[in-house]
Protein backbone atom coordinates (compact mmCIF):
# COMPACT_ATOMS: atom_id res chain seq x y z
CA UNK A 1 0.00 0.00 0.00
CA UNK A 2 2.94 2.49 0.87
CA UNK A 3 3.90 2.09 -2.75
CA UNK A 4 0.77 2.26 -4.19
CA UNK A 5 0.12 5.72 -3.02
CA UNK A 6 3.60 7.04 -3.33
CA UNK A 7 3.32 6.03 -7.17
CA UNK A 8 0.09 7.27 -7.27
CA UNK A 9 1.39 10.63 -5.74
CA UNK A 10 4.05 11.23 -7.73
CA UNK A 11 2.44 10.69 -10.92
CA UNK A 12 -0.28 13.11 -10.03
CA UNK A 13 2.90 15.68 -8.95
CA UNK A 14 4.43 15.20 -12.68
CA UNK A 15 0.98 15.85 -14.18
CA UNK A 16 -0.74 18.78 -12.27
CA UNK A 17 2.35 19.82 -10.59
CA UNK A 18 2.99 18.96 -6.19
CA UNK A 19 1.20 22.39 -5.43
CA UNK A 20 -2.06 21.58 -7.12
CA UNK A 21 -2.18 17.89 -6.09
CA UNK A 22 -4.23 17.54 -2.91
CA UNK A 23 -4.46 14.32 -0.75
CA UNK A 24 -7.54 13.84 -1.68
CA UNK A 25 -6.66 13.46 -5.58
CA UNK A 26 -3.59 10.90 -4.17
CA UNK A 27 -6.28 8.52 -2.79
CA UNK A 28 -8.66 8.92 -5.36
CA UNK A 29 -6.10 7.92 -7.74
CA UNK A 30 -5.32 5.09 -5.92
CA UNK A 31 -8.38 3.54 -4.45
CA UNK A 32 -8.31 4.57 -0.73
CA UNK A 33 -9.10 6.37 1.89
CA UNK A 34 -7.65 9.37 3.53
CA UNK A 35 -7.02 7.54 6.76
CA UNK A 36 -4.79 5.18 4.33
CA UNK A 37 -2.73 7.90 3.60
CA UNK A 38 -1.67 9.44 6.39
CA UNK A 39 -1.17 6.15 7.83
CA UNK A 40 2.20 5.78 5.90
CA UNK A 41 2.50 9.14 5.35
CA UNK A 42 2.35 12.21 7.55
CA UNK A 43 2.28 14.91 4.33
CA UNK A 44 2.60 15.18 0.59
CA UNK A 45 6.19 15.67 1.26
CA UNK A 46 7.07 12.34 2.62
CA UNK A 47 4.95 10.22 -0.78
CA UNK A 48 8.28 12.03 -2.46
CA UNK A 49 10.78 10.27 0.05
CA UNK A 50 9.00 7.18 0.45
CA UNK A 51 12.66 5.08 0.69
CA UNK A 52 14.39 7.36 2.81
CA UNK A 53 13.07 5.71 6.17
CA UNK A 54 13.91 2.63 5.01
CA UNK A 55 17.35 3.45 3.84
CA UNK A 56 17.83 5.25 7.30
CA UNK A 57 17.19 2.25 9.03
CA UNK A 58 19.14 0.27 6.62
CA UNK A 59 22.46 2.90 7.84
CA UNK A 60 21.77 2.45 11.06
CA UNK A 61 21.78 -1.63 10.77
CA UNK A 62 24.87 -1.34 8.60
CA UNK A 63 26.62 0.57 11.04
CA UNK A 64 25.28 -1.51 14.40
CA UNK A 65 27.26 -3.95 12.85
CA UNK A 66 30.45 -3.32 11.16
CA UNK A 67 32.56 -3.90 14.31
CA UNK A 68 36.32 -2.58 14.62
CA UNK A 69 36.27 -1.80 10.94
CA UNK A 70 38.24 1.76 10.47
CA UNK A 71 35.76 4.33 11.19
CA UNK A 72 35.92 6.54 7.91
CA UNK A 73 36.03 3.54 5.66
CA UNK A 74 32.59 2.76 7.72
CA UNK A 75 30.82 5.74 6.93
CA UNK A 76 31.75 6.03 3.51
CA UNK A 77 30.55 2.53 2.72
CA UNK A 78 27.12 3.58 4.59
CA UNK A 79 26.65 6.60 2.73
CA UNK A 80 26.54 4.06 -0.33
CA UNK A 81 23.96 2.53 0.87
CA UNK A 82 22.14 5.97 0.01
CA UNK A 83 23.36 5.93 -3.49
CA UNK A 84 22.29 2.35 -4.26
CA UNK A 85 18.55 3.31 -3.43
CA UNK A 86 18.87 6.17 -5.66
CA UNK A 87 20.36 3.82 -8.49
CA UNK A 88 18.07 1.06 -7.93
CA UNK A 89 15.50 3.36 -9.70
CA UNK A 90 17.32 5.43 -11.81
CA UNK A 91 14.26 7.08 -13.77
CA UNK A 92 12.23 7.24 -10.35
CA UNK A 93 15.39 9.29 -8.76
CA UNK A 94 15.74 11.79 -11.60
CA UNK A 95 12.29 12.74 -12.20
CA UNK A 96 12.05 13.40 -8.46
CA UNK A 97 15.07 15.03 -8.42
CA UNK A 98 13.63 17.60 -11.25
CA UNK A 99 10.73 17.63 -9.22
CA UNK A 100 12.54 18.84 -6.01
CA UNK A 101 14.82 21.78 -7.72
CA UNK A 102 11.32 23.15 -8.71
CA UNK A 103 9.37 23.31 -5.34
CA UNK A 104 10.91 25.11 -2.60
CA UNK A 105 9.09 23.18 0.01
CA UNK A 106 10.36 19.93 -1.38
CA UNK A 107 14.21 20.94 -1.02
CA UNK A 108 13.64 21.97 2.40
CA UNK A 109 12.33 18.72 3.28
CA UNK A 110 15.42 17.27 1.24
CA UNK A 111 17.87 19.15 3.29
CA UNK A 112 16.19 17.78 6.74
CA UNK A 113 16.30 14.42 5.38
CA UNK A 114 19.83 14.80 4.28
CA UNK A 115 20.38 16.24 7.97
CA UNK A 116 19.32 13.13 9.42
CA UNK A 117 21.88 10.80 7.09
CA UNK A 118 24.42 13.32 8.55
CA UNK A 119 23.57 12.69 12.39
CA UNK A 120 23.41 8.78 12.10
CA UNK A 121 26.91 9.04 10.64
CA UNK A 122 28.25 11.66 13.31
CA UNK A 123 26.65 9.83 16.11
CA UNK A 124 28.49 6.38 15.10
CA UNK A 125 31.75 8.61 14.99
CA UNK A 126 31.43 9.99 18.01
CA UNK A 127 31.06 6.41 19.56
CA UNK A 128 34.08 5.16 17.90
CA UNK A 129 36.31 8.64 18.74
CA UNK A 130 35.13 8.18 22.45
CA UNK A 131 36.21 10.67 24.80
CA UNK A 132 39.46 11.59 23.06
CA UNK A 133 40.26 14.96 21.83
CA UNK A 134 38.04 16.85 19.81
CA UNK A 135 36.19 13.40 18.98
CA UNK A 136 33.11 15.14 18.98
CA UNK A 137 34.45 17.88 16.59
CA UNK A 138 35.60 14.86 14.48
CA UNK A 139 32.89 13.43 14.24
CA UNK A 140 30.40 16.44 13.25
CA UNK A 141 32.95 17.10 10.93
CA UNK A 142 33.85 13.62 9.08
CA UNK A 143 30.05 13.12 8.96
CA UNK A 144 29.58 16.54 6.95
CA UNK A 145 32.40 15.87 4.47
CA UNK A 146 31.07 12.07 3.75
CA UNK A 147 27.37 13.45 3.15
CA UNK A 148 28.76 16.43 0.82
CA UNK A 149 30.62 14.87 -1.22
CA UNK A 150 28.54 11.95 -1.40
CA UNK A 151 25.95 14.45 -2.54
CA UNK A 152 28.52 16.19 -5.10
CA UNK A 153 28.64 12.57 -6.84
CA UNK A 154 24.90 12.19 -7.00
CA UNK A 155 23.65 15.00 -8.23
CA UNK A 156 26.24 14.96 -10.98
CA UNK A 157 24.72 11.92 -11.96
CA UNK A 158 21.18 13.30 -11.52
CA UNK A 159 21.77 16.60 -12.95
CA UNK A 160 23.01 14.53 -16.20
CA UNK A 161 19.95 13.00 -16.78
CA UNK A 162 21.55 9.31 -15.11
CA UNK A 163 24.54 9.36 -18.03
CA UNK A 164 27.70 8.26 -16.97
CA UNK A 165 28.45 5.64 -13.87
CA UNK A 166 27.07 6.80 -10.75
CA UNK A 167 28.89 4.62 -8.65
CA UNK A 168 32.29 5.98 -10.22
CA UNK A 169 31.46 9.60 -9.90
CA UNK A 170 30.60 9.13 -5.73
CA UNK A 171 33.66 6.76 -4.89
CA UNK A 172 35.75 9.70 -6.42
CA UNK A 173 34.41 12.05 -4.26
CA UNK A 174 34.42 9.94 -0.94
CA UNK A 175 38.24 9.27 -2.39
CA UNK A 176 38.81 12.84 -1.10
CA UNK A 177 37.24 12.54 2.18
CA UNK A 178 39.44 9.57 2.88
CA UNK A 179 43.07 11.05 1.43
CA UNK A 180 42.47 13.23 4.26
CA UNK A 181 40.76 11.68 7.07
CA UNK A 182 41.15 8.38 6.49
CA UNK A 183 44.11 7.28 8.26
CA UNK A 184 42.53 9.02 11.38
CA UNK A 185 42.49 6.27 14.11
CA UNK A 186 39.44 6.10 16.79
CA UNK A 187 41.73 7.86 19.27
CA UNK A 188 41.61 11.20 17.23
CA UNK A 189 45.33 11.51 16.36
CA UNK A 190 45.70 13.56 12.88
CA UNK A 191 46.42 11.68 9.69
CA UNK A 192 49.61 13.99 9.41
CA UNK A 193 50.65 12.19 12.75
CA UNK A 194 50.42 8.73 11.23
CA UNK A 195 51.29 9.05 7.68
CA UNK A 196 54.98 7.78 6.94
CA UNK A 197 57.61 7.06 8.64
CA UNK A 198 58.86 8.55 12.04
CA UNK A 199 62.32 9.43 12.46
CA UNK A 200 63.54 10.32 16.07
CA UNK A 201 66.98 12.03 16.35
CA UNK A 202 69.45 13.13 19.43
CA UNK A 203 71.44 16.68 18.60
CA UNK A 204 73.63 18.33 21.08
CA UNK A 205 71.81 20.88 22.60
CA UNK A 206 73.29 24.20 21.05
CA UNK A 207 73.82 22.26 17.80
CA UNK A 208 73.46 24.68 14.69
CA UNK A 209 70.40 24.27 12.99
CA UNK A 210 72.05 23.71 9.64
CA UNK A 211 73.57 21.01 11.27
CA UNK A 212 70.30 18.96 12.47
CA UNK A 213 68.85 19.56 9.14
CA UNK A 214 71.69 17.95 7.42
CA UNK A 215 71.72 14.79 10.03
CA UNK A 216 67.86 14.30 9.21
CA UNK A 217 68.77 14.73 5.53
CA UNK A 218 71.01 11.74 6.15
CA UNK A 219 68.80 9.35 7.97
CA UNK A 220 66.09 10.27 5.31
CA UNK A 221 68.49 9.47 2.30
CA UNK A 222 69.11 5.49 3.90
CA UNK A 223 65.76 4.74 4.28
Known sequence: MREVLAEAAFQLFLERGFE??????????????????????????????????????DM????????????????????RLVLRMYSANPEFSIQRYRLTREVPGLRTYEL???????????????????????????AEVISASVVAAH?????????????????AAVDHALGLVRQVWGSAPAGG??????????????????APMWRVVQQIESVIGQG
Open 20 to 57: RTTVDDIVARAGVGRRSFFRYFPSKEDAVFPDHERCLA
Open 112 to 138: SVVRRYEQTLAGYLRDRYGESKDGALR
Open 189 to 206: ASPAATDGDVVVMVAAKG
Open 60 to 79: TAFLAAVGGAEPVDAVCDAA
Open 151 to 167: NNGLRTWLRSGGEGDAE
